[in-house]
């Protein structure tokens, strides 16, 4: 298992950017594929973007080309670039790691979150209009 910590969170008003951080406490199988996740109040957790072993990324549609997910593996660190943020885009933002849920083609699927057994605590991203 990996402890994961993110960092970076923060208010910003729409049409904004900000830059989320997660540090893995170590490298591991599971934490070579990454993503974040994100949690508005009262509703699921769901799935923003991903990166795995190889580099490759992808993204849920409500965010293409406004967010970016890269990865330092010296750094073991993972990140997440949101530009032209909107007030939808507000909620807790969680790293996780999981290849097992990557590879199987699950990650931005319903009840994703349920099954990924690594996490971080979260940051709030609050985007305002």
């Known amino acids: 298992q990996v402890q994961l910590v993110e960092s970076g969170g923060g208010s910003v008003q729409a049409g904004g950017s900000l830059r989320v951080s997660c540090v893995a406490s170590r490298y591991t199988y599971d934490s070579a594929c990454m993503g974040w996740f994100r949690q508005a109040p009262g509703q699921e957790r769901e799935a923003v973007a991903a990166?795995?072993?190889?580099?490759?990324?992808s993204y849920a549609d409500s965010v293409k080309g406004r967010f970016t997910v890269s990865q330092d593996k010296a750094k073991n660190t993972l990140y997440l670039q949101m530009n032209n943020l909107k007030p939808e885009d507000t909620g807790m933002y969680y790293c996780?790691?999981?290849?097992?849920?990557?590879?199987?083609?699950?990650?931005?699927?319903?009840?994703?979150?349920?099954?990924?057994?690594?996490w971080g605590q979260g940051t709030q991203v609050t985007v305002s209009s």
């Open positions: 996780a790691a999981d290849c097992g849920v990557m590879y199987g083609g699950s990650w931005f699927s319903l009840g994703a979150a349920s099954i990924i057994r690594d």
């Open positions: 990166i795995d072993r190889e580099g490759i990324t």
